[in-house]
């Protein structure tokens, strides 16, 4: 993880915004095909939606579909899509949460929310800039849908949903039961960890890697859930997810350190490892 | 003849009394409400035979009072004098006790100030003044009569003649007219006191059956849920667009799911048989819906259950609790479970799922209170439905018991 060498900071901070919007308009003359991201528990739906998606935007690539929310929000970070369909009501992290996260990254995303019924929910999206279509899709409703994204992809900065309409969404959300603490198999001894003591997680390809203290000692475990499910399980004002495979205890950060435009990373308190910050969990470290 | 709708007219009134009441319309009129119908209503009794008994009573105890003060020593006309006093007494007393202040203000379209506002103080004020002013008439009629015999004495004995002579009646008329009073209000406000009971009643029967309805629709809304019914349409949408081969089958079980929830709605009680045959086509539709692997499901138990009566849809919602929260929300799915038996004099029956954990608070939604109130109704005390997590987790087990005696 130490691969991040001090380099030297350029000037190019502040044409950032601007070099995202030349990009799109870049991948728009070039036709390079918008992708997409569709999200739905099941697999009917799921499949119209697909299937509706080539009909109506034909040029665009469908690069992931994901059957919960936490697959959805994993495979945002890894794809980062330009837009998201998705499904309200999913297992791990319901579609609004899935929003909720994407709005809080840098990332530009155009989100429609797919529902079966016209709920209290939707009349939040008509108030702000969100799209929603009901389910059985209707052809002249998603078209419509699929212009409105592609209004907003070409406009990167409306993309973002706005905070008070997730404000209001979040009447909806999902009651996760917190984790307090986790098994870990250490041979013959099943050890349990506390999920207060834990300095931070790391995904390692099929396990997660749990680093924490015990008894002021720092210890390692590896544990067979994977990171994206631990994630609904914590309290996300404490344990911030700050790369697609890490989340770290905020009470072990020390400082956030800029590399490059593209790069940052966190030392940690009193320990000689950084760790990574991915470019959509960056804004997470503004300064005040 | 054409008239305008006389209200106090009644049917099976006679020609004369609604003659009578053409004309007293307008009079009523005069009178504030309950008054107004209340002396219709008068009226109507007065004026036909039911009053005859009542009339005849009123004539002996005039004729009685005539002949008790005829006997004290009283001429036949100084008695029928005190008995018309009396009579005119009680009628002024009981019309101002009747009116009521209010009533009197309306007649008069004046206001009433100060202690006049009390019938009893007026009653009072109206006895003083006659007892005040008769020693003055009894000396004046002496003083006609006897001028010669004058003097400062003779007129003090007259007027104390007169005070002790009228004392007995005066006492009489006031104790009369106040005895009126009282009875007048205490009957006035024993009818008010029944008609406010009666509204009372009347509001919360409203209530009650306002209750019900909300019930039953919450019953509507609890067989049918949108999210479910326009869930399914898109599945169904998807596989005719593709011709899938599950389209066909899917359809045949949401239309024998909704044709046996609007049966069973208009019901009462419904056999456990057609419950348990509800939940199954549910639990089928949604393993269509999001496939096997995340949801299994088994209803089994006695056959000797199936005859047992239940209210419809208390069982559905269960189900549909243990799918929505138990295996919609989980990653990996899990196993519904449906188990009905006989034990003893009660009915058993338990619904589990393997899916997640309830939350550490268990929270009852509108769900369960509604499906545990109707069970009350229908099985008293002896109901009991009850959530807790299952042995061993993850997953949560609703249980559900009632005493056959009392269905």
Known sequence: LNCFEPQKTSNLKHLYPSLTVFITFLAIFFEMPTTLLIADDEEAPREQLRAALKKHWPEAKIVAATEHGVDAWDSFLEHEPQACFLDIQMPGLTGIEVAQRIAQTQLPCAIVFCTAYNDHAVKAFDAGAVDYVLKPLDDTRFAQAVQRVQGRIAKPADSQLPAEVLALLGATKSAHKPLRSLQASIGKEVRLIRVDDVIYFESDQRYTKVIYTQGGADAEALIRTPLKELLAGLDAERFWQVHRSVIVNTDHIASAVRVDESNMHIVLRGRGETLPVSRAFQGLFRGQ | ?407
């Open chain 2, 1 to 407: 003849m054409t008239q305008a709708i006389n209200p106090f007219i009644q049917p099976g009134d006679g020609p004369w009394m609604r003659r009578y009441l053409n004309w007293a319309a307008k009079h009523y009129d005069k009178f504030p409400e309950p008054q107004r119908s209340e002396a219709a209503a008068f009226d109507h009794w007065l004026y036909s035979r039911r009053s005859i008994p009542a009339l005849l009573a009123a004539l002996a105890l005039l004729g009685g009072l005539q002949l008790a003060i005829m006997s004290a020593g009283a001429g036949f006309w100084l008695a029928l004098l005190v008995v018309g006093l009396m009579v005119m007494m009680g009628v002024l007393a009981v019309s101002r006790a009747w009116l009521g202040t209010e009533g009197m203000e309306y007649l008069t379209k004046k206001p009433i100030k100060g202690w006049r506002r009390d019938p009893m103080l007026g009653m009072l004020w109206l006895a003083g003044i006659a007892f005040l002013g008769s020693p003055w008439g009894y000396m004046f009629g002496r003083a006609m009569r006897y001028p010669d015999q004058v003097s400062v004495q003779q007129l003090a004995l007259w007027g104390w003649e007169s005070v002790r002579g009228n004392a007995p009646i005066t006492l009489a008329l006031v104790g009369f007219a106040m005895g009126v009073v009282v009875i007048t209000q205490a009957v006035r406000r024993q009818r008010m006191a029944h008609e406010l009971e009666r509204l009372q009643m009347q509001r919360e029967r409203d209530a009650q059956a306002a209750l019900a309805t909300k019930a039953e629709l919450k019953v509507l809304q609890a067989q049918i849920q949108p999210h479910f019914v326009f869930n399914t349409l898109a599945a169904l949408q998807h596989w005719t667009d593709t011709q899938d081969p599950r389209a066909s089958d899917l359809l045949r079980t949401l239309t024998r799911f909704l044709r046996r929830s609007t049966d069973s709605m208009a019901q009462e009680l419904v056999p456990l048989r057609d419950e348990l045959a509800l939940v199954s086509d549910y639990l089928h539709i949604m393993q269509q819906r999001i496939g096997t692997q995340r949801l299994r499901f088994e209803v089994s138990g006695d056959d000797a259950t199936h005859e047992q009566q239940i209210p419809p849809a208390v069982l559905l919602s269960l189900v549909e609790n243990a799918v929505e929260h138990g295996i919609s929300a989980s990653l990996s799915g899990g196993e519904v479970r449906v188990a009905h038996r006989l034990t003893g004099d009660h009915v058993w029956i338990e619904v589990s799922n393997t899916g997640t954990d309830l939350a550490d608070e268990i929270t009852e939604g509108v769900g369960l209170s509604n499906c545990r109130a109707r069970l009350a109704a229908h099985f008293g005390a002896s109901a009991e439905l009850s959530l807790k997590r299952l042995e061993p987790p993850p997953g949560a087990l609703a249980t559900l018991r009632w005493s056959m005696k009392v269905a």
